[in-house]
């Protein structure tokens, strides 16, 4: 069963706070992504990694960045949070390969930035 | 670009009705359709994922079609339950969206006992 898992199911931070939100996969999925969602504007994708120390940027990528040193774990980064960046934040990864695998996805998390 | 749309928004049916999700893309260059249920402050938990040279995929009772020359795709849910209220979200991965996932914006899903 694939597993992915994010640090925290809720997070409270102030503006101007540096903010970690780490995920992990068991599954040696090659890629991963973060997404957000908001009410009205559906998923959003924030930035995606097809592989160790490789990122892509997605939709939104302001205000974001990212670190994969290890195939297992994908890290998002709020280098200076802002209350436009509260929202739920999930994780995803899925095997290589055009079309043949599902992608799943982790609790996520709900963060509020005050 | 891929882009995916799901109407209706939100949909309220009795107990037991049999009932249809749909779901419209853009781009028919579509490597495969994937259909994920998300309770309310969870993840997305996926359902069924539809390959481009499929026309259908069954699990209990969910059956997901994919018609690419139409640009469609729909979720048939029998014998509906309350457990089965949830938002459905579809989502397409193509060529055209650097074979990430485009999705829709859900339709929201209450069964009434």
């Known amino acids: 069963d694939v597993k992915v898992t994010q640090s925290s199911r809720y997070l409270v931070k102030r503006t101007g706070e540096k903010v970690f939100l780490e995920c992990v996969q068991d599954m040696d999925h090659e890629n991963m992504f973060w997404y957000r969602q908001d009410p009205g504007l559906g998923l959003r994708l924030i930035y995606f990694s097809y592989d160790v120390k490789m990122k892509e940027k997605g939709d939104i990528p302001e205000g974001y960045s990212v670190s994969r040193e290890k195939k297992e774990r994908f890290s998002l980064i709020l280098e200076s949070a802002s209350t436009n960046q509260t929202s739920m934040y999930l994780c995803?990864?899925?095997?290589?390969?055009?079309?043949?695998?599902?992608?799943?996805f982790g609790p996520g998390t709900r963060l509020t930035v005050t | 670009k891929q882009e995916v749309t799901q109407i209706p928004a939100a949909l309220s049916v009795p107990e037991g009705e049999n009932l249809v999700l749909n779901c419209s893309f853009t781009d028919s260059a579509i490597y495969n359709l994937q259909w994920f249920r998300q309770d309310p402050g969870k993840g997305l938990t996926s359902l069924l994922l539809?390959?481009?040279?499929?026309r259908e995929q069954t699990s209990g009772r969910l059956n997901a079609s994919l018609d690419k020359s139409s640009g469609r795709s729909t979720l048939y849910i029998a014998a509906s339950q309350p457990g089965d209220s949830a938002t459905y979200l579809c989502a397409g991965r193509s060529r055209g969206s650097q074979g990430n996932l485009i999705f829709g914006k859900g339709t929201k899903l209450s069964v009434k006992p």
């Open positions: 995803a990864s899925r095997p290589s390969g055009r079309a043949l695998y599902e992608q799943y």
């Open positions: 539809i390959q481009s040279s499929q």
